[in-house]
């Protein structure tokens, strides 16, 4: 599946995404920035990263900073998915 990461300061561009017809249909998680902005991961078909992207022009965030947003949100969300799985054993 394709993503990108989007770093968005601004809360009505954040608004805007999660609004998006298309762009909220995709997986989309929203996690904090240290300088008070969000940091958003959608990951889904090209059309919707395209109009993600602009709608949040100049926030994708670039290789290897995307990537380890990447990793970190899908680390964080494994780990909450094994968690839940330990409660109905």
Known sequence: ??????KVSDA???NALLAHDIVSRQSVSVRDDTDGGKVVLIEGSDEA??????????SAMKDDDAKRWYDRIREEEASVAIGLGAIFD
């Open 49 to 58: 990263l395209a109009m993600a992207r602009d709608i949040a022009r100049d």
């Open 12 to 14: 009505k561009v954040l």
């Open 1 to 6: 599946m394709n993503w990108t990461v989007l």
